[in-house]
């Protein structure tokens, strides 16, 4: 198996180097670091990382800008936040803009390998009381104008294109749950949980698990 390509981002040359060494001795292929956003996004679209671990506060431009400059250069990379902020507004910022995962930089260093690892599996990641969060705000976004407006006709454009099976994930996933507690819920393998969870994004044209999260709950799959 081909090593998990990732990319460091930080304007803190000790922290990047200290991060960078910590990936690569964990068997990560670090492909490339960078101190600033526009650079970082330049440098993405050639080093195709799987993964780019990216902190919110950059000299040039904002992390929320990097986000979608990252996600234009690149639509499949997967982003995961590591920063010293932990506001809400923050988080729900880098979320909205694309970002797969959010961390807090006093995040123990065993958790964040086990991240970036979901991460690249497309598994949506964050310190804990922030996946409550965002998920608390997009489920008040999805109660504002426009769900309920219909009856089922508001989800049967998304859900003959569905297996049976790839609803129920869909579901789970808009509870907030990981692959593995869906897996062991469903009695399914991680890869088939991760297998059900691909096709769904490629069929409803998503590009992560926490845009299909978003999906699910302005649809009211979550109930």
Not at 48 to 69: A, F, K, M, N
């Amino acid at each position: 198996m081909n090593p998990i390509r990732v990319m460091v981002v930080d304007d803190h040359p000790m922290w990047r180097e200290g991060v960078a060494r910590d990936l690569t001795e964990a068997g990560f292929l670090v492909v490339a670091t960078s101190g600033e956003g526009r650079q970082a996004i330049r440098v993405a679209a050639a080093a195709r990382p799987d993964v780019v671990v990216l902190d919110l506060q950059l000299p040039d431009i904002s992390g929320v800008e990097v986000i979608l400059g990252l996600r234009a250069a690149l639509p499949s990379v997967r982003v995961l936040m590591l920063s010293a902020s932990g506001e809400q507004q923050s988080v729900l910022d880098a979320v909205k803009a694309g970002a797969t995962g959010y961390l807090v930089k006093s995040t123990a260093p065993a958790e964040f390998l086990e991240a970036v690892h979901r991460t690249a599996a497309g598994d949506a990641v964050f310190t804990p009381g922030l996946a409550g969060l965002v998920l608390g705000e997009y489920r008040r976004l999805a109660a504002g104008p426009g769900r309920g407006s219909g009856t089922a006709g508001a989800v049967e454009p998304a859900t003959p294109q569905l297996t049976e099976r790839e609803t129920e994930v869909l579901r789970l996933v808009a509870k907030g749950m990981s692959y593995k507690q869906i897996a062991q819920r469903l009695g399914l393998s991680h890869r088939t949980v991760q297998n059900h969870v691909q096709n769904t994004l490629g069929k409803l044209q998503l590009h992560n698990r926490v845009e299909l999260t978003r999906y699910a709950i302005e649809r009211g799959l979550d109930d």
